[in-house]
């Protein structure tokens, strides 16, 4: 470990060689890259060990580094390690980019001044002053990061863990570090970056992680304590009943045995849990089936220990299984960071580049890897197949293309003629031409049967990191350093336009299926969606918090995905330019990304040495309803599953068919936007409630009012049927009414409620009503119309209600972003359900009452398991707010109603049996598996569940 590690740009290195020099002087050790190594094999690991292993990283602030890649990278992996920054000033800079991460955190922290007019001691003893400022914390900080680095590196082996004395420790910095960030919060409300280097999730896992095995092998150590006094108390009574005594140490030593087996139980469960909050999904996963593995036969002598380990893996596998993200399967047989992939035409293979010098072709299907290709002397950057799949061909930092069989794998041709490295390679649709951009500011296009230079294109005024065809073959598209993208005609040779607009160099381009827009990814955290016809129509994507590194097209144009040096993958629509989805997964910056020809899995590298492979079609929704010209803000699903109908501010009722998704009918009648529908039991009537202050009856079948109910003064925000379809229930501002559907008069009004209504809900057999207010909840006797009780425990107001079909809970859904579960019987809370990011709208019980559904202003629908509280499954799609969600009788699909105008049904198998949810986690992970001969164990295990 080293006192500072110091990142600077090349024209600033003679004063860091004065700095330098000081601080060797003062007794304070530097780690500094003194040569401007170009990417290489060794070269960024050691760069990033430097930092991890520094108590404080300075960056020395000028014109040149804040625009520096490498310097950007470095105080990038910084900030996600936590580290203590300590700028200083060496030449003026005129502005920062509020966009970027590591730009915003060098404002955000007090400076140092170094420049030419101060005084170099002066400053440079405030500089050491700061240094030795909370050095035990700081160093404790720093040895913490390693180990937990060296734990991740060697597969989380248990004997990299903590224990003792120095996980004591290690507990205690825990603590401090959080009161530290809490104090420094509550002095300066966030508006000041804390100068104490930051907790991280590398540091809370590994000492967690520590703690849990440490206590599992404690108990371990007390059960066999407790078993050996035992033995050896019956030893002492005496030999004579030594068959007794034989008995005595089997059941003994069973005893220890199930013990055991139950805390190894735990522990992967607990493992696997934290695995999935990091959107290690596989991983997660595999920790959840390693706790199944273990629930073999011989738990079944202990009921209670049987249960409690069936329990615990089935929560583990819950989350797993039927998580949002799937990842089918992950390649690690690269030594070092992976720049490239693509995809054969058919979807087969795949090929990597990558630093370590190989490129690597598998087979998609299998998950195996085929063969290794090698050949380049150098760091391979971009790999690309040939429309026919039959050639490969790559850029290497050896300044050379090489074009390979990828039957054989052999070499076909070298292409020499670029200076520096190659960035970026890409087959023309036809086949016939090669286009590579280098590192020497030039595009080259290539001749590919004879291997000759055919143009250079020159335009650009720094590297041109990413070349794209069109997909008719006549233009060229290529992304630069100098922020540009120039668009070429292959014919001549010459520039079309410039595009200009992103604020920070560009990294990757690519052209939609139709030809009509193009996607770049740029160092300013943004996509940009160019018209090719207009290049002054571009929407812009925001979302990534770092560099966006790669774009790719799905086959269909609709769908755009995006790797970033924030770690994630997003999906986003073409059309709203609205973000769909995000996969988590990589530990490191995403280079590359591609969606296969098929549409069905995305294929993504990273400089974790990984690729990922992503299961596009998970959670895709089963239709699509767009006929409303407002936002939707209510859906119900008659109780024959048949019929759907949904409410909007467009003043309509859309009747649905659910098996064809034509629309039925319109029901028109309302002069304002409707807030609530509600059918009765047999699915003839259906109610609903609108900001007009009436209530209609409608006749499904003919899809004419039968009646219209007027009483409430004020907009009727929620209306609730009986069971027995005879009493409507309906809710506004402070005015609760009873109806009778067949008269269509009043029955009672709730007097005695002085509270806003926001919600309310009939119970199963209609004998209390709940009505959802600011904050609190109240239960009514519907017969008396006197209030029962009150249940508090929200934060915000409660805006939708439902009841378990037993009537025994009752699910809230609050403006304080969570769900909570009620025990109707004691009045109690049982449990808050926390996932969601913004307001909760609607909540809808499952009608086995296992699962409960939530529609967010988040603009997801989630699924939330009611034994355990946890989240089974997020369906992402809506472009805007949810605002209702129901389920169908048969609870096999959710229906969602969103702001963004449409109506969604969503498929959910909901089966929690422990054998079932085994074999589907066996499914999920089969390919992985597959691919990884160290599985060997679990792989025989899911083989045996498969029979």
Same mark, same amino acid.
């Given at each position: 470990?080293?006192?500072?590690?110091?990142?600077?740009?090349?024209?600033?290195?003679?004063?860091?060689?004065?700095?330098?020099?000081?601080?060797?002087?003062?007794?304070?050790?530097?780690?500094?890259?003194?040569?401007?190594?170009?990417?290489?094999?060794?070269?960024?690991?050691?760069?990033?060990?430097?930092?991890?292993?520094?108590?404080?990283?300075?960056?020395?602030?000028?014109?040149?580094?804040?625009?520096?890649?490498?310097?950007?990278?470095?105080?990038?992996?910084?900030?996600?390690?936590?580290?203590?920054?300590?700028?200083?000033?060496?030449?003026?800079?005129?502005?920062?980019?509020?966009?970027?991460?590591?730009?915003?955190?060098?404002?955000?922290?007090?400076?140092?001044?170094?420049?030419?007019?101060?005084?170099?001691?002066?400053?440079?003893?405030?500089?050491?002053?700061?240094?030795?400022?909370?050095?035990?914390?700081?160093?404790?900080?720093?040895?913490?990061?390693?180990?937990?680095?060296?734990?991740?590196?060697?597969?989380?082996?248990?004997?990299?863990?903590?224990?003792?004395?120095?996980?004591?420790?290690?507990?205690?910095?825990?603590?401090?570090?959080?009161?530290?960030?809490?104090?420094?919060?509550?002095?300066?409300?966030?508006?000041?970056?804390?100068?104490?280097?930051?907790?991280?999730?590398?540091?809370?896992?590994?000492?967690?992680?520590?703690?849990?095995?440490?206590?599992?092998?404690?108990?371990?150590?007390?059960?066999?304590?407790?078993?050996?006094?035992?033995?050896?108390?019956?030893?002492?009574?005496?030999?004579?009943?030594?068959?007794?005594?034989?008995?005595?140490?089997?059941?003994?030593?069973?005893?220890?045995?199930?013990?055991?087996?139950?805390?190894?139980?735990?522990?992967?469960?607990?493992?696997?849990?934290?695995?999935?909050?990091?959107?290690?999904?596989?991983?997660?996963?595999?920790?959840?089936?390693?706790?199944?593995?273990?629930?073999?036969?011989?738990?079944?002598?202990?009921?209670?220990?049987?249960?409690?380990?069936?329990?615990?893996?089935?929560?583990?596998?819950?989350?797993?299984?039927?998580?949002?993200?799937?990842?089918?399967?992950?390649?690690?047989?690269?030594?070092?960071?992976?720049?490239?992939?693509?995809?054969?035409?058919?979807?087969?293979?795949?090929?990597?580049?990558?630093?370590?010098?190989?490129?690597?072709?598998?087979?998609?299907?299998?998950?195996?890897?085929?063969?290794?290709?090698?050949?380049?002397?150098?760091?391979?950057?971009?790999?690309?197949?040939?429309?026919?799949?039959?050639?490969?061909?790559?850029?290497?930092?050896?300044?050379?293309?090489?074009?390979?069989?990828?039957?054989?794998?052999?070499?076909?041709?070298?292409?020499?003629?670029?200076?520096?490295?190659?960035?970026?390679?890409?087959?023309?649709?036809?086949?016939?031409?090669?286009?590579?951009?280098?590192?020497?500011?030039?595009?080259?296009?290539?001749?590919?049967?004879?291997?000759?230079?055919?143009?250079?294109?020159?335009?650009?005024?720094?590297?041109?990191?990413?070349?794209?065809?069109?997909?008719?073959?006549?233009?060229?598209?290529?992304?630069?350093?100098?922020?540009?993208?120039?668009?070429?005609?292959?014919?001549?040779?010459?520039?079309?336009?410039?595009?200009?607009?992103?604020?920070?160099?560009?990294?990757?381009?690519?052209?939609?299926?139709?030809?009509?827009?193009?996607?770049?990814?740029?160092?300013?955290?943004?996509?940009?969606?160019?018209?090719?016809?207009?290049?002054?129509?571009?929407?812009?994507?925001?979302?990534?918090?770092?560099?966006?590194?790669?774009?790719?097209?799905?086959?269909?144009?609709?769908?755009?995905?995006?790797?970033?040096?924030?770690?994630?993958?997003?999906?986003?629509?073409?059309?709203?330019?609205?973000?769909?989805?995000?996969?988590?997964?990589?530990?490191?910056?995403?280079?590359?990304?591609?969606?296969?020809?098929?549409?069905?899995?995305?294929?993504?590298?990273?400089?974790?040495?990984?690729?990922?492979?992503?299961?596009?079609?998970?959670?895709?929704?089963?239709?699509?309803?767009?006929?409303?010209?407002?936002?939707?803000?209510?859906?119900?699903?008659?109780?024959?599953?048949?019929?759907?109908?949904?409410?909007?501010?467009?003043?309509?009722? #859309? =009747?649905? $068919?659910?098996? *064809? +998704? @034509?629309?039925?009918?319109?029901? /028109?009648?309302?002069?304002?936007? !409707? %807030? &609530?529908?509600?059918?009765?039991?047999?699915?003839?009537?259906?109610?609903?409630?609108?900001?007009?202050?009436?209530?209609?009856?409608?006749?499904?079948?003919?899809?004419?009012?039968?009646?219209?109910?007027?009483?409430?003064?004020?907009?009727?925000?929620?209306?609730?049927?009986?069971?027995?379809?005879?009493?409507?229930?309906?809710?506004?501002?402070?005015?609760? #009414? =009873?109806? $009778?559907?067949? *008269? +269509? @008069?009043?029955?009672?009004?709730? /007097?005695?409620?002085?509270?806003? !209504? %926001? &919600?309310?809900?009939?119970?199963?057999?209609?004998?209390?009503?709940?009505?959802?207010?600011?904050?609190?909840?109240?239960?009514?006797?519907?017969?008396?119309?006197?209030?029962?009780?009150?249940?508090?425990?929200?934060?915000?107001?409660?805006?939708?209600?439902?009841?378990?079909?037993?009537?025994?809970?009752?699910?809230?859904?609050?403006?304080?972003?969570?769900?909570? =579960?009620? $025990?109707?019987? *004691?009045? @109690?809370?049982?449990?808050?359900? /926390?996932?969601?990011?913004?307001? !909760?709208? &609607?909540?809808?019980?499952?009608?086995?009452?296992?699962?409960?559904?939530?529609?967010?202003?988040?603009?997801?629908?989630?699924?939330?398991?009611?034994?355990?509280?946890?989240?089974?499954?997020?369906?992402?799609?809506?472009?805007?707010?949810?605002?209702?969600?129901?389920?169908?009788?048969?609870?096999?699909?959710?229906?969602?109603?969103?702001?963004?105008?449409?109506?969604?049904?969503?498929?959910?198998?909901?089966?929690?049996?422990?054998?079932?949810?085994?074999?589907?986690?066996?499914?999920?992970?089969?390919?992985?598996?597959?691919?990884?001969?160290?599985?060997?164990?679990?792989?025989?295990?899911?083989?045996?569940?498969?029979?």
């Amino acid at each position: 470990m080293t006192d500072v590690f110091i990142s600077y740009s090349r024209k600033d290195q003679e004063f860091v060689k004065i700095l330098h020099q000081a601080l060797s002087q003062s007794h304070r050790d530097s780690w500094i890259d003194w040569q401007n190594i170009p990417k290489g094999t060794q070269w960024w690991q050691e760069i990033e060990s430097g930092i991890e292993g520094a108590n404080t990283f300075i960056f020395v602030i000028s014109p040149d580094s804040i625009k520096s890649e490498v310097c950007g990278l470095e105080i990038n992996h910084a900030i996600n390690n936590g580290k203590r920054l300590l700028p200083i000033i060496r030449r003026e800079v005129s502005e920062f980019d509020d966009n970027n991460t590591a730009h915003q955190a060098l404002k955000d922290h007090n400076w140092l001044f170094f420049r030419e007019e101060d005084d170099f001691q002066t400053s440079f003893e405030e500089l050491i002053k700061t240094l030795d400022t909370d050095l035990n914390y700081v160093h404790q900080h720093t040895r913490l990061l390693v180990r937990a680095k060296e734990w991740d590196k060697k597969g989380r082996r248990d004997s990299f863990l903590l224990r003792g004395e120095e996980l004591k420790e290690a507990e205690q910095w825990l603590e401090e570090a959080q009161i530290r960030f809490q104090n420094y919060q509550q002095q300066f409300k966030g508006k000041r970056q804390d100068p104490n280097p930051l907790l991280t999730e590398q540091h809370l896992h590994y000492i967690r992680k520590s703690r849990e095995i440490e206590d599992a092998e404690h108990q371990a150590k007390r059960i066999l304590l407790e078993a050996k006094t035992k033995a050896d108390r019956l030893i002492k009574i005496g030999s004579g009943i030594s068959i007794g005594l034989l008995t005595l140490s089997v059941l003994l030593a069973f005893k220890v045995q199930l013990q055991l087996q139950a805390t190894n139980i735990k522990v992967d469960v607990i493992e696997s849990q934290q695995l999935w909050k990091e959107g290690k999904i596989v991983e997660a996963l595999e920790e959840a089936l390693q706790a199944a593995k273990q629930l073999n036969p011989i738990l079944n002598l202990s009921p209670h220990l049987k249960d409690q380990a069936e329990k615990q893996t089935k929560i583990a596998l819950q989350q797993t299984v039927y998580d949002t993200i799937k990842e089918r399967t992950r390649f690690k047989e690269h030594q070092d960071y992976i720049w490239g992939v693509s995809f054969s035409r058919d979807g087969k293979l795949l090929a990597s580049g990558s630093t370590d010098k190989t490129i690597k072709l598998w087979d998609v299907t299998k998950g195996k890897l085929l063969y290794t290709l090698t050949g380049h002397t150098d760091g391979i950057s971009s790999v690309s197949f040939s429309p026919d799949g039959k050639a490969l061909v790559s850029g290497s930092d050896d300044n050379t293309i090489i074009l390979w069989d990828v039957m054989t794998g052999k070499k076909l041709k070298t292409l020499k003629g670029h200076q520096d490295s190659v960035f970026s390679v890409s087959f023309s649709p036809d086949g016939k031409t090669v286009a590579s951009g280098s590192r020497d500011n030039t595009i080259i296009l290539w001749d590919v049967m004879t291997g000759k230079k055919l143009k250079t294109l020159k335009g650009h005024q720094n590297w041109v990191w990413s070349v794209s065809f069109s997909p008719d073959g006549k233009t060229l598209a290529s992304g630069s350093v100098d922020k540009t993208i120039i668009l070429w005609d292959i014919a001549r040779g010459k520039s079309l336009k410039t595009l200009r607009g992103h604020e920070d160099k560009i990294f990757s381009v690519s052209f939609s299926p139709d030809g009509k827009t193009l996607a770049s990814a740029s160092a300013d955290n943004t996509i940009k969606l160019w018209d090719i016809a207009s290049e002054n129509r571009v929407i812009t994507l925001k979302g990534h918090q770092n560099w966006v590194m790669s774009v790719s097209f799905s086959p269909d144009g609709k769908t755009l995905a995006s790797g970033s040096n924030d770690n994630t993958i997003k999906l986003w629509d073409v059309v709203t330019g609205n973000e769909i989805k995000t996969f988590s997964g990589h530990q490191h910056l995403v280079w590359s990304v591609k969606i296969s020809p098929d549409g069905k899995t995305l294929a993504s590298s990273s400089w974790d040495k990984n690729i990922i492979l992503w299961d596009m079609t998970t959670n895709k929704e089963i239709k699509t309803f767009s006929k409303h010209q407002d936002l939707v803000s209510s859906v119900s699903i008659s109780p024959a599953g048949k019929i759907l109908a949904s409410g909007s501010n467009d003043k309509s009722i #859309i =009747l649905w $068919d659910i098996t *064809t +998704g @034509k629309q039925l009918n319109t029901l /028109k009648g309302h002069q304002k936007a !409707i %807030y &609530s529908l509600s059918f009765n039991k047999d699915g003839k009537i259906l109610a609903s409630g609108s900001d007009d202050h009436r209530i209609i009856l409608w006749n499904v079948t003919t899809g004419k009012p039968l009646k219209i109910l007027k009483g409430h003064q004020e907009a009727v925000y929620s209306i609730s049927l009986s069971p027995d379809g005879k009493i409507l229930a309906s809710g506004t501002n402070k005015n609760i #009414i =009873l109806w $009778d559907v067949t *008269t +269509g @008069k009043p029955i009672k009004s709730f /007097k005695e409620n002085k509270e806003i !209504i %926001y &919600s309310i809900s009939l119970s199963p057999d209609g004998k209390i009503l709940a009505s959802g207010t600011n904050k609190n909840i109240i239960l009514w006797d519907v017969t008396t119309g006197k209030k029962l009780g009150t249940l508090e425990g929200h934060q915000e107001l409660v805006f939708s209600l439902s009841w378990s079909e037993d009537r025994k809970i009752l699910a809230s859904g609050s403006y304080d972003n969570t769900l909570k =579960l009620w $025990d109707i019987a *004691t009045r @109690k809370e049982l449990k808050t359900l /926390k996932g969601h990011q913004s307001v !909760i709208n &609607s909540v809808s019980f499952s009608p086995d009452g296992k699962t409960v559904a939530s529609g967010s202003a988040d603009k997801t629908v989630k699924l939330w398991d009611i034994d355990t509280g946890k989240p089974l499954k997020t369906f992402w799609g809506h472009q805007d707010l949810v605002n209702s969600v129901s389920f169908s009788p048969d609870g096999k699909t959710v229906v969602s109603g969103s702001a963004d105008k449409t109506v969604k049904l969503w498929q959910f198998e909901g089966n929690f049996d422990l054998n079932h949810l085994i074999i589907k986690g066996c499914k999920s992970i089969n390919t992985y598996l597959n691919s990884n001969p160290t599985k060997n164990e679990l792989r025989e295990f899911c083989q045996l569940s498969f029979q």
